[in-house]
């Protein structure tokens, strides 16, 4: 377990070595950050200050050394938006995404569940075909446009819900709903195939014959089986959702979180906060994938992952 | 008849597969819906500038915001109505559909042409050179997704070219992942260990004996991950990163029409049910292929369709009467 673990470590410090660097590729060698940063009537002596000060006199590999310094002591420099430190804004709208993440996610796992065995116990019938039918429209639809939607239904016509921002526990139900979206989908389709694959199982018919109620089968021998690529997927959900989904729910949904603060930095050219957001993003999934591969050898001692 | 006596395999004509194809495509409704839908988008992006009523970019301050046709105050002119800048709605719609279908394909053949060469790389060289790209597909896989491609496109200036580049290099990985394990199993199969005793040289072996196991599995692979970059192209165009004005695209109009859900509903609607339509055919039709081209699947559906058994029966009619 304990070379395990330190093998985890190694590949996570790969991970962030390499967005590092491609960061720093992406910043330092294609786009130049004074011309992003500065507005277009800084002077000269401006631009020379500020490439001072932020050390693109150096040379590169000079300048992705302390670049790497930085970084490690989570020193992103200042928000030009914020005037104030990057990480200070970020740390500040970390919890809200969390939060958003927690609802919705939490919403899918919670129903994609029953819904996908609901499907599975009778294949083919009708329940499962509206289930299929549904999961399908969900995978097919852009998350930003039902948000869209969600928001002239409920807010527009029948003035139920909050349009926007956040405040009171209302404000929280659209988003969550549309972040929930894509996830349930793509879960409730695994439990359903994964359970009509275990529900054929020869050993199912087994314990059938031998007389055990069929909740019993369930809970104790197939949600089992199927726990592990349950797991897998939605480990897979939390980390996209947390790397993608949340930017554009919360722009729709103005949801003061890390992913509208990402567009917002980019809309003021404000690089230092958007490298600070990829970075702890980065740390972050870092950090789920190796909890997650603990948690499956644990409950799972056939698995290699070395 | 005595054709059919011979011991000697027969060898079906292409135009009898293709039939036979087509045929199993209309039986498998959803996916002959999804198929005729997918060839529709296309052909109406291949023909935007014949079949679109208006310039997609022509301004028109006086029939702004115009509803669709079926409701109050819309007509027949703008069928779908009109946006915040008299723009014609349907022809944006038309003319999105170019955006979409050029960088969906453009980055499926760039990422899958990429992906396809290290897996192959990795599953025929095996040893240090497969650890080494298998290591970069594992970290990259670990990347920020969607914030990597809005940090990268960002600093080097949005455009439709950015976007094809940008999802390129961040969705290889896939392709690279599966090819790979296709070969690792495909090496130790006899024809291949025959192929290279006799002595042939590893471009001809990957070429010619090991590149044909692959081209069902990708090609369903490639049809599902069309889907991912629409709808990545879309979100990223609806944040104002991807594709710009005056180029149009389905999640852009989306954006644009954002300010006006109070009061006019069908500019979101019409831009999203295409990438919605898109999306969906695609999925259907993809589902047909997965089936189609898995032999385990195939018997499966052999045993069950109404199609095959019309197919088996002829020929045990025969016989038994024979």
């Known amino acids: 377990m304990g070379s395990f673990i330190v093998c985890r470590l190694w590949h996570g410090l790969l991970v962030v070595l390499g967005v590092s660097f491609t960061v720093f590729a992406v910043t330092r060698l294609f786009g130049d950050p004074v011309s992003l940063m500065l507005p277009l009537s800084a002077s000269a002596e401006q631009r020379m200050a500020f490439a001072q000060e932020i050390g693109l006199d150096q040379p590169l590999f000079v300048q992705f050394i302390r670049f790497l310094g930085d970084l490690a002591t989570f020193d992103f420099g200042e928000s030009l938006w914020q005037r104030r430190p990057a990480i200070e804004v970020v740390f500040e709208r970390l919890p809200l995404t969390l939060m958003l993440i927690g609802t919705g996610l939490g919403f899918a796992i919670l129903l994609s569940i029953p819904l996908g065995m609901i499907a599975a116990l009778r294949p083919g019938g009708f329940l499962d075909r509206f289930i299929v039918s549904a999961g399908l429209l969900g995978l097919s639809m852009p998350q930003f446009w039902v948000g869209l939607l969600l928001i002239v239904v409920f807010s527009v016509q029948l003035k139920l819900l909050p349009t926007s921002g956040m405040g009171t526990p209302l404000h929280l139900v659209l988003p969550a709903l549309t972040l929930a979206l894509t996830p349930l989908a793509r879960l409730t389709m695994l439990v359903r195939s994964s359970m009509i694959d275990e529900l054929n199982q020869h050993y199912v018919r087994t314990v059938r014959a031998k007389g055990l109620p069929f909740t019993r089968i369930l809970r104790v021998h197939t949600l089992r089986n199927i726990l592990i690529s349950y797991m897998t997927l939605a480990g897979w959900e939390l980390i996209t959702t947390l790397a993608g989904y949340t930017v554009v729910v919360e722009t729709v949904f103005a949801w003061p979180g890390l992913g509208l603060t990402a567009v917002q930095a980019i809309q003021r050219g404000d690089l230092f906060l958007m490298q600070a957001i990829v970075f702890v993003i980065a740390l972050l999934i870092v950090l789920i994938n190796i909890v997650l591969d603990i948690v499956f050898k644990m409950i799972d001692p056939r698995i290699n992952l070395n | ?322």
């Not at chain 2, 039986?27 to 997918?38: E, N, R, T």
């Not at chain 2, 029409?257 to 695609?282: K, M, Q």
Request: glycine share 8%.
């Open chain 2, 1 to 322: 008849m005595a054709d059919r006596l011979s011991s000697k395999p027969q060898t079906p004509k292409r135009l009898a597969i293709l039939g036979g194809l087509v045929s199993e495509l209309w039986h498998d409704k959803a996916g002959f819906i999804g198929f005729l839908v997918i060839a529709l988008i296309t052909a109406m992006a291949l023909l935007a500038p014949w079949i679109a009523p208006y310039d997609p970019a022509a301004q028109n301050v006086m029939a702004r915001l115009q509803p669709p046709v079926w409701l109050a105050n819309g007509d027949w002119n703008h069928i779908l109505g009109t946006d915040n800048l008299g723009r014609d709605v349907l022809s944006r719609v038309i003319w999105g559909a170019r955006s979409t279908l050029l960088i969906g394909a453009s980055v499926v053949l760039i990422a899958g042409t990429i992906g396809v060469i290290v897996g192959l790389v990795a599953g025929y060289a095996g040893g240090r050179v497969d650890g080494v790209l298998m290591r970069i597909v594992d970290i990259q896989v670990s990347f920020p997704g969607i914030l990597m491609i809005l940090l990268i496109v960002s600093v080097l200036g949005p455009s439709t070219l950015t976007m094809i580049i940008v999802l390129s290099i961040t969705n290889w990985m896939i392709y690279a992942r599966q090819v790979r394990s296709i070969v690792m199993s495909v090496r130790q199969v006899p024809y291949v260990e025959a192929a290279s005793v006799m002595g042939c040289r590893p471009r001809r072996i990957i070429f010619r004996h090991i590149l044909p196991n692959l081209v069902t599995p990708l090609l369903t692979l490639g049809i599902l991950e069309f889907t991912n970059i629409v709808l990545a192209e879309a979100a990223v165009s609806f944040l104002g990163l991807g594709v710009q004005p005056p180029a149009t695209s389905w999640g852009l109009d989306v954006a644009s029409g954002r300010d006006y859900i109070f009061i006019a509903w069908w500019l979101i609607t019409f831009p999203g049910l295409g990438i919605v339509l898109t999306v969906l055919s695609i999925n259907l039709f993809a589902n047909w292929v997965r089936v189609t081209t898995d032999p385990q699947e195939r018997e499966k559906r052999f045993a069950y369709s109404r199609a095959a058994r019309r197919m088996v029966r002829p020929a045990e009619d025969r016989a038994v009467v024979r």
